[in-house]
């Protein structure tokens, strides 16, 4: 059955949760968000699935491939079992946001204005960033005189008023407060405000902020915040944020820990998160295996310039990142099969759609060794005019690439991020 992007919560209670290979994890029994302040439209972190043995765990929405009108999907038959927890902020739709009182102030729905409806389920829907949000409630008003049961309506999340962690009870709603100035920020910022919060306010605030949030924070702050975080955040937390961040992110945190607290920490995390990792581990940091991100945009020659296009649209891909689309033969996860070449975002936006890349590649780029220093990896750029390039073994395999953004982390000193910018006088002549 084709997949939804559209679904209520309450459809999903009792639907069973299916591995990659048909077998059964569980049911749905509730759903996972986070509330946030300023009336934006709540994330759905996870669902709560209840295995076989009554047991309640939490699997991320990072895990659900797909959902379909009769099952959910996950990309792995790995999941944690430890019993599912609320962190500050978060709360579960069937169990406290259902029966909520809210009021509603829809222009289309001036009859209710005023007057206390009530919640009978939320709508959630899927965002081209493939993130779950929750779009719509569907609210009922109560029973008339008559006792005639209420008409029920669904409303847009912005014209519903109500539905605040403080109103519904969330503990840890001071904490929310304190990150509604975070909202909108970039994690380089979020990073620097948290640094300067006193140690119990930073890691209650660290431990409140959804997975992915805390994984792009993590990666802007200096290594001794970094160790520290994940230490207090215990190691299965500490595992799902290292899932969440990008392969060579996660090598660069894990580097940095003794061995036998990293060994724990990739076995804590699924297998399949952890694999790419392991592999970039086994590089020097200072080398471009060490440097290079093990998932470029990889296609074959018989893709088409439109499909191109759309892998590099991706908005989860840095700028450096999607500058370059590699061209391998099968397979195309890294280690790839043999490498034929790059195709240049450029050349790509002046070929018709229906092109086939492989009309187009760039055999010639010269390509960059697992084992070349920083140095070499420097001049590589500045030589060809460079935000991105490729990794390729001595088999011809593409190993990943490195981009411009990880290549000056290194080039800069290891306390930058600690320094105030130097001031700089220019004088007119």
């Not at 509330?35 to 009554?54: F, K």
């Amino acid at each position: 059955m084709a997949a939804v992007h559209k679904v209520f919560a309450a459809r999903l209670a009792g639907m069973v949760v299916l591995g990659p290979d048909g077998e059964s994890i569980g049911r749905v029994r509730d759903v996972v968000v986070s509330m946030r302040i300023d009336n934006r439209e709540p994330r759905v972190l996870g669902l709560a699935v209840e295995m076989i043995t009554r047991r309640r765990i939490f699997v991320p929405m990072l895990r659900v491939a797909a959902i379909d009108p009769s099952s959910v999907h996950l990309n792995t038959g790995t999941v944690s079992l430890r019993k599912i927890e609320l962190r500050p902020g978060e709360a579960l739709v069937l169990g406290q946001i259902l029966d909520s009182p809210v009021q509603v102030d829809d222009p289309e729905l001036e009859d209710l204005h005023g007057r206390d409806v009530f919640v009978v389920d939320l709508g959630l829907e899927q965002t081209r960033t493939r993130d779950w949000l929750i779009s719509r409630v569907a609210v009922r008003a109560p029973r008339s005189l008559l006792g005639r049961r209420g008409e029920t309506h669904v409303v847009p999340w912005g014209h519903v008023r109500g539905l605040t962690s403080t109103a519904l009870g969330v503990p840890g709603h001071g904490v929310s407060t304190a990150l509604a100035q975070f909202e909108g920020m970039r994690p380089a910022d979020v990073a620097n405000a948290l640094r300067e919060l006193p140690d119990q306010r930073r890691h209650e605030v660290a431990a409140a902020l959804d997975d992915e949030r805390l994984a792009d924070v993590i990666q802007e702050l200096p290594e001794g915040d970094q160790t520290d975080l994940l230490t207090r955040l215990g190691s299965a937390r500490a595992a799902d944020i290292l899932e969440a961040m990008d392969p060579d992110d996660a090598a660069d945190v894990l580097g940095v820990l003794p061995i036998s607290d990293a060994e724990k920490l990739l076995q804590e995390m699924d297998p399949v998160e952890s694999e790419p990792v392991r592999r970039l581990l086994t590089h020097s940091p200072d080398t471009a295996g060490g440097l290079m991100t093990p998932e470029p945009v990889v296609l074959t020659a018989a893709a088409t310039v439109a499909e191109a296009l759309a892998r590099v649209r991706n908005p989860d891909l840095t700028p450096a990142a999607a500058s370059l689309a590699f061209v391998v033969r099968p397979p195309t996860a890294t280690p790839t099969g043999k490498y034929l070449g790059c195709v240049h975002l450029q050349a790509l936006l002046r070929e018709p759609p229906a092109n086939l890349i492989g009309g187009i590649v760039d055999a010639d780029l010269p390509r960059l060794s697992p084992e070349d220093p920083i140095a070499a990896v420097t001049r590589y750029f500045a030589t060809y005019n460079l935000v991105c390039g490729p990794v390729v073994d001595e088999d011809g395999h593409l190993l990943g690439a490195v981009t411009v953004d990880d290549l000056l982390d290194k080039l800069l000193p290891d306390d930058w991020r600690e320094r105030e910018p130097e001031a700089t006088t220019v004088e007119a002549e």
